[in-house]
């Protein structure tokens, strides 16, 4: 079957699974808000509740970025999150950027495709993800050992797995119900913010305590001065949520804010308009935030399949060669492998305490962050060629030069390209600083948020005016 017939294949199959109807008229602003606070409440109920058949003391602690970059919660129905929405979305996009789909995507069918392959696409991977998850055993038995047994039976597994695949179901549901009109923004964006969110109270508010000190700074402060203890133990601390991450937190999102603001600005003119003069701007942060992205997603497939080998596979795969992946000690903690170094420090203190891992975890990721920066502008379309094709499709040219696709595209290059790598290396520099300062919601984190709380700001403006303006709404055909 050729790609094309796989698609529209995968597209029919879509029609069949459950999804959210689209408003016969537009929606409010007010009503719009009111549903998104629904759909919050929904993900934020169903990240409470534990899976069944899995005690939630055995589930296992869940890694902070994968928390973050996939909202998903350890030991609940947000297990996976929205993990397999978030790699359905990426594997469609590079697809189609890279050419492997042939697919007009301004047109109304083709979108309708290409939409229809990404749910079905997401739903298979939620099914993998579930089957992987009981397979392994995740739930049932100490994962940094060899398993030769699971202490739970058939049944309660695929229960287990059902409910996985369900919630990721819903999941997807919300998320739709979003896009559809019925919401702002969507429930991916929406449920990354909620989590980054959640972590950042958490750190600041909560009451818990672990080791004699509470896991909130706000609590932990008020115990100090209460007891007239140590002021050092509230600005920095072990594992993080001190008063150096506050600040830092305050700081890095200023900055962030500032960056997201800048443009770099091409001048363009076109002879159709009576040499009207324009400037093209291309953001100064050209990639946001995709490479820390897929560097937690390469996090996060290290730690499943490292798992998988040491479960199924080691007569077959040598011990060794698991640990050169990930390596735990007697209490769970990853300590080695690609895992570990991968994985951000936990405050300033835990840098200090392992230089060797913040100097190869820097490295690591402001290579990664090049790399996939690079590989997401000659995918998704944002690369030079394609940039100068839609420029002299819509009758715009540089001052000064023909009406050249490959000229423009030099020209455009020596902007594109520079502005890749170098916000590719803002962005990992800000992160790994933002997880040795013990930033609240980790550096990754904090990027994501910042950059969906924009977006929110410039949907809620918009829609704000479209309402105050009803004849702006029919000038641009809402």
């Not at 397999?84 to 789909?101: D, E, R, S």
């Not at 020209?411 to 590719?424: E, N």
Request: proline share 5%; hydrophobic share 50%; net charge positive.
């Amino acid at each position: 079957m050729s790609y094309m017939g796989l698609l529209k294949a995968m597209a029919e199959v879509a029609k069949y699974i459950p999804s959210a109807p689209k408003p016969v008229r537009r929606v409010s602003l007010g009503e719009r808000l009111m549903w998104t606070a629904l759909a919050l409440i929904v993900y934020l109920l169903m990240a409470h509740t534990p899976l069944y058949g899995v005690s939630p003391q055995a589930a296992p602690t869940q890694f902070l970025i994968l928390q973050v970059v996939f909202a998903a919660h350890s030991g609940t129905l947000m297990e996976l999150g929205i993990g397999p929405i978030v790699t359905a979305g990426l594997i469609m996009q590079i697809l189609a950027g890279a050419k492997l789909i042939n697919l007009d995507l301004t047109d109304a069918e083709g979108r309708k495709i290409f939409t229809g392959a990404q749910k079905t696409l997401g739903l298979l991977l939620a099914a993998l993800q579930a089957v992987m998850y009981v397979l392994a055993c995740r739930y049932w038995s100490f994962a940094g050992n060899p398993i030769t047994y699971c202490s739970a039976g058939w049944s309660v597994r695929i229960a287990v797995a059902l409910q996985l695949f369900l919630a990721s179901l819903f999941v997807m549901m919300l998320d739709e119900m979003i896009q559809k009109g019925w919401g702002l923004g969507s429930g991916v964006s929406l449920f990354i913010l909620a989590g980054v969110a959640t972590t950042i109270f958490w750190n600041m508010f909560s009451p818990l305590k672990v080791s004699n000190e509470y896991i909130g700074l706000i609590p932990q402060a008020i115990n100090v001065v209460a007891n007239k203890g140590d002021l050092s133990n509230i600005i920095v601390r072990a594992g993080g949520r001190d008063l150096v991450g506050l600040i830092s937190t305050f700081a890095i999102t200023i900055i962030l804010i500032y960056l997201s603001s800048v443009r770099v600005e091409i001048p363009i003119t076109s002879p159709r308009l009576y040499t009207i003069k324009s400037k093209i701007p291309l953001q100064f942060l050209y990639v946001t935030n995709i490479p820390i992205l897929f560097i937690g997603i390469l996090y996060s497939n290290v730690l499943v399949f490292a798992t998988l080998m040491r479960t199924y596979l080691s007569s077959v795969v040598p011990s060794s060669v698991v640990d050169m992946l990930v390596k735990y000690d007697e209490n769970g903690h990853v300590v080695g492998g690609i895992a570990y170094y991968l994985s951000s420090p936990n405050g300033l203190l835990s840098a200090i305490a392992d230089p060797t891992h913040l100097v190869i975890y820097s490295v690591l990721v402001v290579i990664l962050a090049a790399v996939f920066g690079l590989l997401w502008v000659e995918v998704a379309g944002l690369n030079p060629s394609t940039q100068a094709q839609q420029l002299i499709e819509s009758g715009f040219e540089v001052p000064g030069f023909r009406r050249n696709p490959k000229i423009l595209e030099q020209i455009l290059a020596k902007y594109i390209y520079p502005l890749t790598i170098l916000s590719s290396l803002i962005v990992a520099i800000i992160a790994i600083t933002a997880d040795i300062l013990g930033v609240y919601g980790s550096g990754t984190g904090l990027l994501l948020a910042v950059g969906i709380l924009q977006q929110y700001y410039s949907l809620i403006a918009y829609e704000r005016t479209l309402e105050a303006y009803p004849l702006l709404r029919r000038l641009v055909g809402e």
